[in-house]
């Protein structure tokens, strides 16, 4: 037996055996390979088009809101609009008169001069024509009304409103004061209407030589439509994006404004003469319930229809109008939807290579099994041929990579990246204009550099107790930026972890809300303070009893006092002069309280003519610094007051309740403090009284 040719075809054997195990070990690689990048590439974009989608919502919500906020801002300044216009037509014409007079004075006669300067003023026009200069003297007679020229001569003295104001009595006030001028608020006829009266503001100043007295106003509503037009031009102006835009829709359909409607503006759906463009704006106006997103169809910029589209829809209930934002579609969305279809086709090729290769790799081992000499170039150069394309693909991925590098730049929110030590490694641009820190500043640093000092460090230990039992945290918080100023952040914080679990990055984004905090504070100041004094209302009030009572059970030597009172016979004011020149009494009223008072004590409107003074807590009885208040209250309010030109003296009565001596009760409290106040009035006013507890038996 030929031993040696045995032991040959043996070895010859083996190693073709270890050559297929090879071969096949070289195709599994290679498939786990093009799998396992695949899969992430795919992961990664759909986790940065999950955020491009929500940057894209922000967007939306934040161009209505900031639509709705304009609206509100210019709705509710037509009163400032008239005030300002009126008070520069007047005295403009007041300069003008003045001139004239005393150019020709010498030259003329009275009676020329006077029927000149009214000659002067009878063309002047403002407020798109609406407006006009109106004189009088004092004895009410009317010498020039420009709109009506039949009044002219007679006496319009006895001319009142629809709520029985005396206005050209209360123009004669204004004019006859101190200051000679002044506004004045009252109720009259619209242009072509006889029927309604609606609310004016007139500006009157008094003319020293001949002792007139010079007006101009305008109707509110008139205003409101003024500033109507202007809004709808600002918003048809507004664009974000490429192709986003504004519309402005009434409830009963009727378009008001919009790049891409504008062939639809000022007509109501059910006059559209396409049944599909009806269908449309229909079915809008069905979905919008309530603010928020909806999809629907609608129109793109350029006007053509869009069967299905996310919008974010508002309502100002003051015009009954709907805003909505639209058609914006970030570009970056675009590019990464571009860029995934070209991945899509490069995974598709390299899947086709894959099975290919396999293949040619098996077909190879079979060949080496037969013709190894022959065959082994050939294994080497296939091998040769796939690491080329496999080098084209990392470097396409490397590609889409960088492209993913500039959607996360391009974002609107600053994007803050650390590794698992909580050590910066990325930022974007975004986070450099919100911060003021450059990429340089924070690199390898802890984001600590960011914190101010407004949070305890229990707001910190519940943030990375839910970053480490939940994997994300969301929330506001005041930061720091680089030149020392504090702002509010809406910040999330995601962590992210391996396949393994393990923590390797955390992902924070934010933006900054400075302006949606101060929209905030402006509405909670409202929501606590009376809207004519200033002062704190009855919500703010029971708030601040409740916590002082709370004080005094935690400490039983404190006490403290209750002072209701009210003006006595104030409405007689309200009556006699109208009820501007009531609000200007209790505008007063409330400054001299608040300089009576000490620093500790609150002073607040309830209603009407009603006040309560709440005396902070002290040690030690209350009652005779209680007393000692209500003196120094009602020497204050004797005091006289100037309004418009009139010397007024009012009186006040108070009642005043202790706690705990009368009760610990809020409400029993003001009860109490109620009663005094009607013991005190009804023993003759302008005095006060100490409540006893024999007042509730003659209550009952």
């Given at each position: 037996?030929?031993?040696?040719?045995?032991?040959?075809?043996?070895?010859?054997?083996?190693?073709?055996?270890?050559?297929?195990?090879?071969?096949?070990?070289?195709?599994?690689?290679?498939?786990?390979?093009?799998?396992?990048?695949?899969?992430?590439?795919?992961?990664?974009?759909?986790?940065?088009?999950?955020?491009?989608?929500?940057?894209?919502?922000?967007?939306?919500?934040?161009?209505?809101?900031?639509?709705?906020?304009?609206?509100?801002?210019?709705?509710?300044?037509?009163?400032?609009?008239?005030?300002?216009?009126?008070?520069?037509?007047?005295?403009?014409?007041?300069?003008?008169?003045?001139?004239?007079?005393?150019?020709?004075?010498?030259?003329?006669?009275?009676?020329?001069?006077?029927?000149?300067l009214l000659e002067v003023l009878r063309g002047v026009r403002f407020f798109n024509g609406r407006g006009y200069l109106f004189v009088g003297d004092q004895t009410g007679r009317a010498l020039l009304v420009p709109?009506?020229?039949?009044?002219?001569?007679?006496?319009?003295?006895?001319?009142?409103?629809?709520?029985?104001?005396?206005?050209?009595?209360?123009?004669?006030?204004?004019?006859?004061?101190?200051?000679?001028?002044?506004?004045?608020?009252?109720?009259?006829?619209?242009?072509?209407?006889?029927?309604?009266?609606?609310?004016?503001?007139?500006?009157?100043?008094?003319?020293?030589?001949?002792?007139?007295?010079?007006?101009?106003?305008?109707?509110?509503?008139?205003?409101?439509?003024?500033?109507?037009?202007?809004?709808?031009?600002?918003?048809?102006?507004?664009?974000?994006?490429?192709?986003?835009?504004?519309?402005?829709?009434?409830?009963?359909?009727?378009?008001?404004?919009?790049?891409?409607?504008?062939?639809?503006?000022?007509?109501?759906?059910?006059?559209?003469?396409?049944?599909?463009?009806?269908?449309?704006?229909?079915?809008?106006?069905?979905?919008?319930?309530?603010?928020?997103?909806?999809?629907?169809?609608?129109?793109?910029?350029?006007?053509?229809?869009?069967?299905?589209?996310?919008?974010?829809?508002?309502?100002?209930?003051?015009?009954?109008?709907?805003?909505?934002?639209?058609?914006?579609?970030?570009?970056?969305?675009?590019?990464?939807?571009?860029?995934?279809?070209?991945?899509?086709?490069?995974?598709?090729?390299?899947?086709?290579?894959?099975?290919?290769?396999?293949?040619?790799?098996?077909?190879?081992?079979?060949?080496?099994?037969?013709?190894?000499?022959?065959?082994?170039?050939?294994?080497?150069?296939?091998?040769?041929?796939?690491?080329?394309?496999?080098?084209?693909?990392?470097?396409?991925?490397?590609?889409?990579?960088?492209?993913?590098?500039?959607?996360?730049?391009?974002?609107?929110?600053?994007?803050?990246?650390?590794?698992?030590?909580?050590?910066?490694?990325?930022?974007?641009?975004?986070?450099?204009?919100?911060?003021?820190?450059?990429?340089?500043?924070?690199?390898?640093?802890?984001?600590?550099?960011?914190?101010?000092?407004?949070?305890?460090?229990?707001?910190?230990?519940?943030?990375?107790?839910?970053?480490?039992?939940?994997?994300?945290?969301?929330?506001?918080?005041?930061?720091?930026?680089?030149?020392?100023?504090?702002?509010?952040?809406?910040?999330?914080?995601?962590?992210?972890?391996?396949?393994?679990?393990?923590?390797?990055?955390?992902?924070?984004?934010?933006?900054?809300?400075?302006?949606?905090?101060?929209?905030?504070e402006q509405l909670e100041h409202m929501a606590q303070s009376d809207s004519l004094t200033d002062l704190p209302n009855r919500r703010s009030l029971s708030k601040r009893l409740r916590h002082e009572l709370d004080?005094?059970?935690?400490?039983?030597?404190?006490?403290?006092?209750?002072?209701?009172?009210?003006?006595?016979?104030?409405?007689?004011?309200?009556?006699?002069?109208?009820?501007?020149?009531?609000?200007?009494?209790?505008?007063?009223?409330?400054?001299?309280?608040?300089?009576?008072?000490?620093?500790?004590?609150?002073?607040?409107?309830?209603?009407?003519?009603?006040?309560?003074?709440?005396?902070?807590?002290?040690?030690?009885?209350?009652?005779?610094?209680?007393?000692?208040?209500?003196?120094?209250?009602?020497?204050?309010?004797?005091?006289?007051?100037?309004?418009?030109?009139?010397?007024?003296?009012?009186?006040?009565?108070?009642?005043?309740?202790?706690?705990?001596?009368?009760?610990?009760?809020?409400?029993?409290?003001?009860?109490?403090?109620?009663?005094?106040?009607?013991?005190?009035?009804?023993?003759?006013?302008?005095?006060?009284?100490?409540?006893?507890?024999?007042?509730?038996?003659?209550?009952?």
């Amino acid at each position: 037996m030929d031993f040696t040719r045995v032991s040959g075809r043996s070895g010859l054997n083996l190693f073709w055996l270890v050559s297929v195990l090879l071969v096949f070990l070289l195709a599994g690689f290679f498939a786990y390979f093009f799998i396992a990048s695949q899969q992430y590439n795919h992961t990664n974009l759909d986790k940065l088009q999950a955020s491009i989608q929500q940057h894209i919502n922000r967007r939306l919500q934040y161009e209505v809101n900031d639509a709705i906020h304009f609206i509100d801002a210019r709705y509710n300044s037509a009163e400032q609009v008239i005030m300002a216009q009126s008070q520069k037509e007047v005295l403009q014409a007041l300069e003008v008169m003045n001139s004239f007079y005393q150019q020709n004075r010498r030259r003329l006669s009275d009676v020329a001069l006077k029927k000149q300067l009214l000659e002067v003023l009878r063309g002047v026009r403002f407020f798109n024509g609406r407006g006009y200069l109106f004189v009088g003297d004092q004895t009410g007679r009317a010498l020039l009304v420009p709109e009506q020229p039949d009044l002219e001569g007679t006496s319009m003295l006895d001319f009142q409103d629809d709520q029985g104001v005396y206005f050209i009595r209360r123009f004669k006030q204004v004019s006859r004061s101190t200051a000679g001028k002044g506004f004045v608020r009252y109720r009259w006829y619209p242009p072509g209407e006889r029927d309604h009266m609606d609310n004016k503001i007139a500006y009157i100043a008094r003319f020293e030589p001949y002792n007139w007295l010079i007006g101009a106003g305008d109707y509110v509503s008139q205003i409101q439509q003024d500033l109507q037009k202007e809004v709808i031009d600002h918003l048809q102006s507004i664009r974000f994006g490429k192709n986003g835009y504004l519309t402005v829709i009434d409830r009963s359909g009727k378009v008001i404004a919009g790049q891409g409607v504008s062939q639809f503006v000022g007509q109501p759906y059910t006059k559209l003469e396409n049944p599909a463009d009806r269908a449309r704006i229909a079915n809008l106006i069905d979905k919008v319930k309530k603010d928020g997103f909806i999809h629907s169809g609608w129109y793109q910029s350029d006007g053509q229809p869009d069967a299905d589209q996310l919008l974010y829809a508002r309502a100002f209930p003051a015009w009954n109008w709907i805003v909505l934002a639209g058609g914006y579609a970030d570009p970056t969305l675009d590019l990464l939807l571009e860029q995934r279809a070209q991945i899509s086709v490069n995974d598709r090729d390299s899947n086709i290579t894959l099975l290919l290769l396999i293949t040619v790799l098996l077909a190879i081992a079979f060949v080496m099994m037969r013709y190894y000499a022959r065959g082994f170039r050939e294994l080497f150069s296939h091998i040769q041929h796939d690491l080329d394309q496999q080098n084209i693909a990392l470097s396409e991925n490397a590609r889409a990579l960088e492209i993913s590098k500039r959607i996360v730049d391009a974002a609107h929110e600053g994007i803050m990246i650390t590794d698992a030590n909580n050590r910066i490694i990325r930022v974007n641009h975004s986070f450099t204009r919100i911060t003021g820190y450059l990429y340089d500043d924070v690199k390898g640093r802890d984001p600590n550099i960011l914190r101010s000092s407004t949070h305890e460090p229990e707001f910190y230990q519940a943030m990375w107790e839910s970053l480490n039992n939940e994997g994300e945290w969301h929330g506001e918080i005041w930061n720091r930026r680089k030149n020392g100023s504090l702002y509010p952040q809406a910040l999330s914080i995601t962590s992210y972890c391996s396949a393994e679990g393990k923590i390797e990055n955390y992902i924070g984004t934010f933006t900054d809300i400075s302006q949606r905090k101060a929209f905030e504070e402006q509405l909670e100041h409202m929501a606590q303070s009376d809207s004519l004094t200033d002062l704190p209302n009855r919500r703010s009030l029971s708030k601040r009893l409740r916590h002082e009572l709370d004080v005094i059970k935690r400490n039983p030597s404190h006490q403290l006092g209750l002072i209701f009172m009210d003006l006595d016979l104030f409405k007689n004011i309200n009556d006699t002069y109208g009820h501007g020149v009531g609000d200007q009494v209790l505008i007063t009223i409330a400054r001299r309280l608040n300089e009576t008072v000490r620093v500790v004590d609150m002073v607040s409107r309830v209603g009407g003519d009603e006040f309560i003074i709440l005396l902070g807590n002290q040690s030690g009885e209350m009652d005779q610094t209680a007393i000692q208040l209500a003196e120094r209250i009602i020497q204050a309010v004797s005091e006289p007051l100037d309004i418009v030109g009139t010397r007024l003296q009012l009186t006040t009565s108070l009642g005043v309740a202790l706690a705990p001596s009368h009760t610990d009760d809020a409400a029993q409290l003001m009860e109490c403090a109620d009663l005094a106040l009607y013991r005190a009035k009804q023993e003759g006013s302008n005095n006060y009284k100490l409540f006893s507890p024999s007042m509730l038996e003659e209550k009952d």
